[in-house]
């Protein structure tokens, strides 16, 4: 079952009066699109958070649909050419389930479908050209939403154009649609798995949404030898405490995925009642550190508003420099120092 409306919703859960007063139409919003997996978890109040529409949605006026510049830096209709080594294809507008932070929301749910044959054919022109493109994040939308065909199709047009290029395989479908990961998925996935490597970008905000079916789609791309690495969007109201974040990271490595980065949330118009002050995040991270290894820990990073790009937040441990001696403070609050000669 796919939810699709309120009215479909209500029979699932007793609404709130923000909830029930959300606007579709309002420019700033997405459509509300719940798959049957998130309904099975969506009594948790961070599911619900992340996948219930608010009218908070539609009042907020902070930032604009495009803070990261990506129309200004796109290259063709689908590929995003923003940074000097990689670039981003979107495959697709279309997820099986619509987040409500989602930062793409000028595209995303905008119903334009899948990349067209013409669209991956220009991509694929670019890449060849431009040598100094090393990553391309296939994203969207999320990927997974085509049919093996179509992605068997846009795999086999990128790497016959550039086969050392690396490709990052951006998805939320673990946690909308486990089941989407078929042993016939896996098999033409294989086809494609020589030269470059893929890794898997995977977005598990919650320990709550690692469940059983993920976790056996998971081992899929183990037996393939792709590495997996977690893109986590720090969350109000959603796991924005240290208890969730430790949760969260120490299950993402017992299941063989690296937490990669704790983002930020952009300043994306519709999303002000889920992004954290900067100050509780920062005050997170450094707590964080305490309780985390550094193979466990996440890069706490924001995407710079106006396309200013990503950069690490974290606490600054340097107290003082003299012309020989640097001095820093531990995590525990004492100081210790290093020499700049030797």
Same mark, same amino acid.
Do not use: W
């Given at each position: 079952m796919t939810i699709t409306s309120l009215d479909e919703l209500k029979s699932h859960l007793n609404l709130t009066e923000k909830e029930l007063h959300w606007e579709e139409k309002a420019e700033n919003t997405l459509p509300l699109l719940i798959s049957q997996n998130i309904l099975s978890l969506i009594d948790n109040p961070s599911i619900r958070r992340q996948f219930v529409p608010s009218e908070e949605e539609n009042i907020d006026t902070i930032g604009?649909?495009?803070?990261?510049?990506?129309?200004?830096?796109?290259?063709?209709?689908?590929?995003?050419?923003?940074?000097?080594?990689?670039?981003?294809?979107?495959?697709?507008?279309?997820?099986?389930?619509?987040?409500?932070?989602?930062?793409?929301?000028?595209?995303?749910?905008?119903?334009?479908?899948? &990349?067209?044959?013409?669209?991956?054919?220009? &991509?694929?022109?670019?890449?060849?050209?431009?040598?100094?493109?090393?990553?391309?994040?296939?994203?969207?939308?999320? @990927?997974?939403?085509?049919?093996?065909?179509?992605?068997?199709?846009?795999?086999?047009?990128?790497?016959?154009?550039?086969?050392?290029?690396?490709?990052?395989?951006?998805?939320?479908? @673990?946690?909308?649609?486990?089941?989407?990961?078929?042993?016939?998925?896996?098999k033409m996935l294989e086809k494609h798995n020589h030269h470059a490597p893929f890794f898997l970008m995977?977005?598990?905000?919650?320990?709550?949404?690692?469940?059983?079916?993920?976790?056996?789609?998971?081992?899929?791309?183990?037996?393939?030898?792709?590495?997996?690495?977690?893109?986590?969007?720090?969350?109000?109201?959603?796991?924005?405490?240290?208890?969730?974040?430790?949760?969260?990271?120490?299950? @993402?490595?017992?299941?063989?995925?690296?937490?990669?980065?704790?983002?930020?949330?952009?300043?994306?118009?519709?999303? &002000?009642?889920?992004?954290?002050?900067l100050s509780k995040g920062l005050a997170l991270e450094k707590e964080m550190r305490k309780h985390l290894s550094g193979l466990s820990m996440p890069q706490y990073t924001i995407d710079l508003p106006s396309g200013g790009g990503k950069v690490i937040l974290t606490e600054n441990y340097l107290v003082s420099r003299d012309r020989n001696l640097w001095t820093f403070k531990t995590p525990d609050g004492e100081e210790r120092s290093y020499p700049e000669d030797f």
């Open positions: 604009n649909l495009d803070p990261l510049k990506e129309e200004d830096n796109s290259v063709s209709s689908r590929l995003i050419h923003r940074y000097p080594n990689r670039a981003a294809f979107l495959t697709t507008d279309r997820c099986f389930a619509y987040c409500r932070h989602c930062f793409r929301r000028r595209f995303t749910g905008t119903m334009t479908g899948p &990349a067209s044959e013409a669209e991956i054919a220009e &991509a694929a022109a670019y890449l060849k050209e431009h040598k100094e493109i090393k990553e391309v994040l296939l994203t969207g939308g999320d @990927l997974m939403t085509l049919s093996d065909e179509k992605l068997d199709y846009l795999l086999h047009s990128f790497k016959s154009a550039r086969e050392d290029i690396i490709y990052r395989l951006c998805t939320r479908a @673990l946690v909308s649609s486990p089941e989407r990961f078929t042993p016939e998925f896996f995977t977005q598990f905000n919650h320990a709550i949404e690692i469940t059983e079916k993920a976790i056996d789609a998971l081992i899929g791309f183990v037996k393939l030898g792709i590495p997996m690495m977690n893109q986590c969007v720090l969350l109000r109201g959603v796991n924005d405490t240290l208890d969730q974040q430790i949760e969260l990271c120490n299950k @993402l490595m017992y299941n063989r995925i690296k937490p990669y980065y704790l983002f930020q949330g952009d300043l994306v118009k519709g999303t &002000a009642h889920l992004r954290v002050p």
